[in-house]
């Protein structure tokens, strides 16, 4: 089963998903990869079209008419379990590789209709080129003191190693030189959306390079996405009608009281048992305040 199709990044945006959260998200561009070529686990995919070919470039010309401007060789995978996979024999996985590989045939053409929202992918691409930079900004270094007369050790390496022993310095040593423009994987990215019309597929989060840089995007295994939880019975009672407003839901059952709002008329939410408790607590000191101004007036009365 082929799961890797070649794109190109477009640019970077944002989108609600299904419980209103702003994601961010990056626009990939892929268009229909061809396959060019055929092997026992592997095929190559080609994307774009190159205005110059060039007479290495003649077998492309055969199959798709022009020459690639992308080209990779993509492994075959199976889609297979995890119990699948401990007991299978290497030999058999060899013979279903196979068997897939006869299925396809040269200039098929691959879309972005193998993703799906929820599909975990892994996007590699080359990282934009920054040059040649200096220990601060290529590993993040601190630099020097900004004080005490010091005038040039603001964003200096300082020492690189010991005297005479070792005498050199060490393989691997954090220092300056050339930064950006290596290949970089970022994994565990979901597809947010896919839109075939227009060869589009949106991917939750960054992707290394620059803009219309090329990526290869592989498909690696599901989302766990969030669920939510199932409805109380309280509230699947409300939402059925069967709780009405001021009335107790059965005999020998503490009241769960319902509020009626007058602008929508409907019937908000149980209030809890403490809610009843503090509302008798200010009935009894209503009741109280009441009759000791009665006994104070009946006693004024009296006196005149």
């Known amino acids: 089963m082929i799961k890797t199709i070649l794109g190109t990044k477009s640019n970077m945006s944002s989108v609600y998903n299904q419980f209103g959260h702003q994601v961010p998200v990056t626009t990939v561009m892929a268009e229909p990869n061809i396959v060019f070529g055929i092997r026992d686990k592997k095929i190559i995919l080609g994307l774009g079209k190159k205005k110059i070919s060039k007479k290495t470039e003649n077998t492309y010309l055969k199959i798709a008419g022009f020459p690639p401007r992308f080209i990779k060789e993509v492994t075959l995978k199976n889609e297979t379990s995890k119990e699948q996979k401990t ?13 897939v590989a006869k299925k396809i045939n040269l200039g098929d053409k691959i879309t972005v209709s193998i993703f799906e929202p929820g599909d975990e992918v892994k996007v590699t691409g080359t990282t934009k080129g920054k040059g040649f930079t200096g220990v ?10 900004k004080t005490h007369g010091q005038s040039d050790r603001h964003r200096a390496p300082g020492s690189i190693g010991m005297g005479t022993t070792p005498g050199r310095v060490f393989k691997g040593k954090k220092m300056a030189g050339h930064l950006g423009n290596s290949k970089l994987t970022v994994t565990g990215l979901e597809v947010i959306e896919v839109n075939e019309d227009k060869n589009i597929i949106l991917i939750k989060g960054a992707i290394p390079g620059p803009k219309d840089g090329f990526l290869i995007i592989e498909k690696t295994g599901k989302v766990k996405s969030y669920t939510l939880p199932p409805p109380s019975e309280e509230k ?23 509020v009626e709002d007058e602008a929508s008329g409907e019937a908000s939410e149980p209030r809890p048992e403490s809610w009843e408790k503090e509302a008798k607590a200010d009935e009894k000191e209503e009741t109280k305040g009441t009759k000791e101004l009665k006994e104070k007036e009946e006693n004024e009365d009296a006196k005149s």
Do not use: C, D, Y
């Not at 007991?87 to 068997?99: D, G, H, K, L, Y």
């Open 136 to 145: 601060v900004k290529r590993w993040g270094f601190a630099g020097g003191p």
């Open 87 to 99: 007991s299978e024999i290497p030999q058999e996985n060899s013979q279903q590789n196979q068997e």
């Open 236 to 258: 699947q009672t409300a939402a059925e009608g069967l709780l009405h407003p001021l009335r107790h839901v059965a005999e020998g059952e503490p009241r769960q009281w319902r």
